[in-house]
Each structure stands twice: as structure tokens, then as C-alpha cells.
Nanobody, 123 residues
Framework: QVQLEESGGGSVQPGGSLRLSCTASGRTFSNNVMGWFRQAPGKEREFVALIRLGSITAYSNSVKGRFTISRDNAKNTVYLQMNSLKPEDTAVYYC?????????????????WGQGTQVTVSS
């Protein structure tokens, strides 16, 4: 079993920045894929970013160039640095992990999820 806990959400003005953290406990593997997803009201949970095999990353087109995912294996923590935030980034952000090292962008293939953290971008 793996437990995930997100933190770092909050409210910010457009153009601002936030850093989300996801700390894993339990049976963790540093090479497994860790992903960030988000879900806005009335919408499906969508892929945002992932990191696997320690440092290989991938991003959705909507956040590429603005968000950065990173990982500190010593702390079992994955970060999502979000810059140049836009109102359309408003959502509940979830981290997930799968028992795989593949670049998985489909939420159905993730095995464990955190409880989510709210990010609100508004003036």
C-alpha cells in the first residue's frame, strides 16, 4: 500500500506562483511514475505532469513551459512548481502513482491517489 498526501494549494492572483507537494509513505519505489492531475468543477480529472525513472518528465500542452515537476527521493516527495498561473488552472490538484515506470497519462491506470488540494486563481 502507498499513501499520498498533497499540500501547498491556495488562492493566488493571475500571474502568480504556487508550489504543490506530494509526500508518499508506505511501499514506495523511486523509479515508479508519479503524476499530477487536476479536476475542475463539472470536468473530468485531467493529466498535468508526470515524472518517472527519477527524472524523466512529461507535461500536458496546457501547462508546458509554466509548470515544473520534480522529485526528492530522499524525502519521498514530488513537487509541482506552478508559475504564470491563469484562472483556467483553477481546480483540485491530485497526485497519483502507479506500479509502473511507464509514462502513464490516463488516470485509470494509476493505483493510488492523494486526497487533493485546491488551487484557485482569481483576481
Amino acid at each position: 500500500q502507498v499513501q499520498l498526501e498533497e499540500s501547498g494549494g491556495g488562492s493566488v492572483q493571475p500571474g502568480g506562483s504556487l508550489r504543490l507537494s506530494c509526500t508518499a509513505s508506505g511501499r514506495t519505489f523511486s523509479n515508479n511514475v508519479m503524476g499530477w492531475f487536476r479536476q475542475a468543477p463539472g470536468k473530468e480529472r485531467e493529466f498535468v505532469a508526470l515524472i518517472r525513472l527519477g527524472s524523466i518528465t512529461a507535461y500536458s500542452n496546457s501547462v508546458k513551459g509554466r509548470f515544473t515537476i520534480s522529485r526528492d527521493n530522499a524525502k519521498n516527495t514530488v513537487y509541482l512548481q506552478m508559475n504564470s498561473l491563469k484562472p483556467e488552472d483553477t481546480a483540485v490538484y491530485y497526485c497519483g502513482t502507479a506500479l509502473s515506470t511507464l509514462a502513464i497519462t490516463q488516470k485509470e491506470h494509476y493505483d493510488y491517489w492523494g486526497q487533493g488540494t485546491q488551487v484557485t486563481v482569481s483576481s
